[in-house]
C-alpha cells in the first residue's frame, strides 16, 4: 500500500511542476500540402499557417522510422525566397498552467538537410522562433524571444535570446551541425528568473543568456507566446529543405538543475562502470538518489531508447543493442536531473 501511495504522491507532484500544453507530432495530419493559403489568412492543418513561397513548399510526408514529418523546402530558391510556417493562439493553453510554472520549455525535432556554399550567402539560413504572439510583421524587429539561427554556409548555429530590448546573440561559441542529421533543440525561457536556455541533448551543447531585463513598451504577459520555423534563402543557389517533428511545449516550475551550473553537481555523484561498456552499465551514486528512468541520447542529440526504473539507488542499464560510439545519459532523479557521458564498445 505504502508502495502505491508514494507513486501516487510522486505522479501529484510531477503535474504540478511539470505540465506537457502542446504536442504535434503530424502523425494525425494528411499526407500532401500543409495548407491552402500562403498568405498567412487562413489556418492550414493544425491550426498552422503558412505564408510566402507555394503551397507545396509545406508537405507532409513520411520519413522510416520516424512517421509524418513537416517538410519545408524551397526548390527554386532565387525564387521564392522565404518559408514561414507559424503556431499561433497558444495563450489559452498557457494560461492553463499551474500557478508559478513560469519556465517555458519548447522541444522540437530539427533535421538540417543538405549544406552548401551558394554564390552568394546572403539570407542563406533557417530558423525556428519563440516569439511574442501575435507577431508584428511576422519576426518584426524586437520581437523574437528566443531563437536558433542556422547558417548553411559556414555551419553557424546562433542563438539569440529576447534581453529587453533586442534579440541579442547569446555570446557563446558556435556548435557546428552534421548534414542530412536530425537534433532535438530545447528553449526554456525563465520569466522568474529573467533568463533563457538553449540545450541539444547528447551533443553537451548548452547556452544560457539574459532574458527581459529591460524595462519596454511590450506587454510581457507569458502567454504571449507562439513559434515560428522558417528558411530564408533571398539568392541561394541549391535547393534548401528543413524537417521538423515532435514538438511539445511544457510548463515547469524551474529550469532543469543540469543547465545552471557546467560543472553539475547531482552528475558528480553518479559513477558508471565499466565504462567503456560493452553489454551492461552499472551506475551508482553516493548519495542514495533514487533513479527513475535513464534517456540514453548519441552525439547528434537524437534520442536512443528510454528505461524506466522503479526509483533504485543502483540500476544495470542494458546497453548491448547500441552502436559502438559515445551517448549521453540523462539520469531522471528524485533530485534533478543528471547528464554522463557513455563509451559503448
Known amino acids: ?16 511542476y511539470s505540465q506537457v500544453l502542446y ?16 498568405t498567412g489568412t487562413t489556418p492550414g492543418q493544425g491550426g498552422w499557417y503558412t505564408l510566402y513561397g507555394l503551397n507545396t513548399n509545406y508537405e507532409i510526408i513520411t520519413e522510416a522510422n520516424r512517421g509524418k514529418v513537416l517538410s519545408m523546402f524551397v526548390d527554386n530558391p532565387k ?16 494560461d492553463q498552467r499551474t500557478p508559478g510554472n513560469n519556465v517555458i520549455k519548447m522541444e522540437i525535432d530539427f533535421y538540417i538537410g543538405t549544406l552548401n556554399s551558394p554564390s552568394n ?38 542563438i539569440r535570446g529576447f534581453d ?8 557563446n561559441p558556435y556548435s557546428p551541425l552534421t548534414a542530412n542529421t536530425w537534433y532535438t533543440f530545447i528553449f526554456y525561457l525563465d520569466y522568474t528568473n529573467k533568463k533563457c536556455y538553449f540545450e541539444i541533448p547528447g551533443k553537451n551543447y548548452t547556452r544560457n543568456g539574459v532574458f527581459l531585463n529591460v524595462a519596454n513598451p511590450f506587454d510581457y504577459k507569458l502567454s504571449k507566446i507562439g513559434f515560428i520555423m522558417a528558411i530564408f534563402d533571398l539568392q541561394g543557389d541549391a535547393k534548401r529543405e528543413q524537417r521538423y517533428d515532435n514538438i511539445k511545449i511544457t510548463a515547469l516550475k524551474a529550469v532543469p538543475t543540469h ?59 542494458n546497453v548491448e543493442n547500441l552502436a559502438s560510439g559515445t551517448y549521453m545519459l540523462y539520469l531522471q532523479t528524485n533530485q534533478g536531473l543528471a547528464v554522463k557521458k557513455l563509451v559503448k564498445n
Open 1 to 16: 500500500m505504502k508502495k502505491y501511495l508514494l507513486i501516487l504522491i510522486y505522479l501529484f507532484v510531477n503535474s504540478i
Open 23 to 38: 504536442t504535434e507530432t503530424f502523425d494525425n495530419f494528411t499526407l500532401g500540402n500543409l495548407g491552402t493559403d500562403v
Open 79 to 94: 525564387n521564392a525566397r522565404n518559408v514561414y510556417a507559424e503556431k499561433r493562439n497558444l495563450s489559452t493553453l498557457i
Open 121 to 158: 550567402n546572403n539570407g542563406n539560413t533557417s530558423s525556428i522562433y519563440m516569439f511574442f504572439d501575435p507577431p508584428q510583421n511576422h519576426i518584426g524587429n524586437q520581437r523574437e524571444l528566443m531563437l536558433t539561427d542556422y547558417n548553411y554556409t559556414n555551419n553557424h548555429l546562433l
Open 164 to 171: 529587453g530590448t533586442h534579440t541579442t546573440p547569446i555570446k
Open 259 to 317: 543547465l545552471l551550473s557546467t560543472d553539475s553537481f547531482l552528475a558528480e555523484q553518479f559513477n558508471l562502470y565499466p565504462n567503456p561498456a560493452t553489454n551492461v552499465v552499472n551506475i551508482t551514486n553516493s548519495e542514495n538518489m533514487l533513479v527513475e528512468e535513464v534517456a540514453i541520447y548519441d552525439t547528434t542529440g537524437k534520442k536512443i531508447s528510454t528505461q524506466s526504473f522503479n526509483n533504485e539507488k543502483e540500476i544495470q542499464l
